[in-house]
């Protein structure tokens, strides 16, 4: 592919000449007038490819989780990208389910969110800034709303609403510590009153659109939205307002999903983003389904571990989107095991055996947790450059004695051609291991059961203590009715526990639940736990500050 071989991911983008959308899309079973080009290189799916493919059975659902990470990711978005590639070079039809990368922690702390070296999707500068929009009108929608809401305050407030008790919060798609609490309404016939942003990723309108099913679905989510309350508690919604039809035009576009490909040329499906810590961390249901009628495999990354987006998926995104996962794929690697087992970050690149296996058990838990679904595992190793060969052997020789297959992957650092046994083992574990797919609870359940359910089944925890505001929401809640949704749970993504400095697979702990709301749009209740922040600030040295364009237009420091 290359006359010389290039190192970085950048790099390798650039040299890289993907192939036209179009043929892309048609070799994968879609039909030209079904396309919306946004260039050569990326394209919208108009939601009627779903009606026309609806008689065809679902291809096989395989998901990507992984161990609790560290703090720079364990390659979980690379070994999916891997996955896929090694797949199609078998010659098996296979589509890419990932969601779009976050402006605010790609210019932050987190860097581009579109896989590396030789495992990612292209165009990658165009889908970690701008892409197709999607964001940037989940970001106008949001704010419309807000706009609605200060307008209706200054018009009279004919609904009574209280400016003290208004929920709904504005949204921006970038880290700004600065904005996480401010004052509006300075301005003359303006309503004062406090408020704050949040990072776009955690809006309920970006949740919506992730789990809706189509335009008329999508209206009638965002008019459940509750924005405040009166000064006599009775919850507002956005449909009070008339603002639901305007919200809806905004997002006209954006509820479609996007076409990438990866670097070896296998279609990507690329739509809304979540993150799994704050909601519910999977890419829209619309997009799955699409992969699901296109392709024989549809390869679907969970955000962050086990006990995160994978639960979230089985217990929320499964039950809106009617999918059955068929085997997941859980990532480790030997510097997460070591973290772990209790060595501090600068040494991670050094072999240290002992802190490897006090690490195990908990690669062990999520094993546990995926097989807890009806669903078996295989874990991917995603091998770094420093680890030892003694170090990855133990890793195989704790799984196979688990008996789960095993198998390293070196995808970023070779493509797909270093993802074929990881490939195949997937492949003989559905065959081995058919699905026995059901939730972790019953959604008729309390919502308390609900909670120490997941907490003390897939966390480990003793028990659940509710402080703060908690007990009186979930009272509060029953008595509106909205008991019986499923629960999505906002954690730490570090920990198992609610206190992200806490490593390995902890016993004896109570996990403490703060407030219980409930984002009535999207389908869900929201459980806070621990220190939980929607809107992140930047490090002291923002990534932001290598990211520049040439006199070519060439954009670098994305990643």
């Given at each position: 592919?290359?006359?010389?071989?290039?190192?970085?991911?950048?790099?390798?983008?650039?040299?890289?000449?993907?192939?036209?959308?179009?043929?892309?899309?048609?070799?994968?079973g879609l039909n030209a007038d079904e396309l919306e080009l946004y260039g050569n290189f990326k394209a919208k799916i108009t939601l009627s490819v779903l009606q026309r493919l609806k008689q065809r059975p679902d291809g096989k659902l395989i998901l990507v989780t992984a161990m609790t990470p560290t703090k720079h990711g364990e390659g979980k978005t690379c070994i999916s990208i891997g996955l896929t590639q090694a797949l199609g070079r078998l010659k098996k039809r296979v589509i890419l389910c990932l969601r779009e990368p976050s402006l605010g922690p790609a210019l932050g702390f987190k860097g581009g969110g579109c896989g590396g070296g030789y495992a990612q999707v292209l165009p990658m500068e165009d889908i970690n800034l701008h892409f197709t929009g999607d964001i940037h009108a989940v970001t106008a929608a949001h704010n419309l709303l807000s706009a609605v809401i200060d307008n209706h305050l200054a018009k009279g407030n004919e609904l009574k609403l209280d400016p003290k008790r208004i929920i709904w919060r504005r949204t921006i798609d970038l880290c700004d510590r600065s904005l996480r609490e401010v004052q509006v309404g300075i301005a003359e016939g303006a309503v004062k009153r406090r408020e704050g942003f949040d990072i776009t990723a955690a809006s309920e309108i970006m949740a919506c659109l992730a789990l809706t099913n189509g335009y008329k679905d999508l209206k009638e989510r965002l008019g459940k939205i509750i924005i405040g309350f009166t000064n006599k508690g009775r919850p507002v919604t956005a449909s009070e307002l008339k603002a639901v039809g305007a919200i809806a035009a905004i997002l006209k576009d954006a509820i479609k999903p996007n076409m990438a490909q990866t670097l070896e040329g296998q279609p990507a499906l690329i739509h809304m983003g979540p993150f799994g810590n704050i909601a519910h961390g999977t890419n829209s249901i619309l997009a799955t389904q699409m992969a699901l009628k296109l392709a024989d495999y549809a390869v679907?990354?969970?955000?962050?571990?086990?006990?995160l987006g994978f639960e979230k998926f089985c217990d929320v995104v499964t039950r809106q989107g009617k999918f059955r996962p068929d085997c997941a794929v859980v990532v480790a690697s030997a510097r997460a095991l070591k973290a772990h087992g209790g060595v501090a970050e600068a040494d991670l690149e050094n072999e240290d055996l002992p802190a490897l296996n006090n690490g195990l058990p908990n690669l062990e838990r999520h094993i546990e947790n995926v097989k807890k679904f009806g669903i078996w595992p295989v874990v991917a190793i995603n091998r770094f450059p420093k680890d030892s060969e003694n170090e990855l052997n133990r890793i195989k020789e704790f799984c196979r004695s688990k008996g789960v297959l095993a198998e390293i992957a070196e995808v970023v650092a070779k493509?797909?051609?270093?993802?074929?046994?990881?490939?195949?083992?997937?492949?003989?574990?559905?065959?081995?291991?058919?699905?026995?797919?059901?939730?972790?609870y019953d959604t008729s359940l309390p919502i308390k059961e609900k909670i120490e359910k997941i907490a003390t089944e897939i966390y480990g925890a003793e028990g659940v203590v509710y402080v703060g505001t908690s007990e009186d929401d979930i009272n509060f809640l029953t008595e509106n009715n909205y008991d019986e949704l499923p629960v999505n749970m906002a954690r730490t993504h570090l920990?198992?526990?609610?206190?992200?400095?806490?490593?390995?697979?902890?016993?004896?702990?109570?996990?403490?639940?703060k407030e219980v709301k409930v984002s009535a749009g999207a389908g869900f209740l929201v459980a806070l736990t621990g220190e939980m922040n929607l809107m992140p600030g930047m490090p002291r040295v923002p990534l932001a500050e290598r990211v520049d364009v040439d006199n070519d237009g060439n954009i670098t420091g994305l990643f």
């Open positions: 592919m290359f006359t010389k071989k290039p190192h970085s991911t950048s790099e390798i983008a650039r040299l890289t000449h993907p192939k036209q959308i179009v043929g892309v899309a048609t070799k994968a679907v990354e969970t955000g962050f571990g086990t006990d493509g797909g051609e270093a993802g074929e046994k990881l490939a195949q083992a997937v492949i003989a574990t559905m065959q081995e291991h058919p699905s026995k797919f059901k939730p972790l920990s198992f526990t609610d206190d992200p400095k806490v490593k390995g697979a902890p016993a004896g702990w109570r996990l403490k639940v």
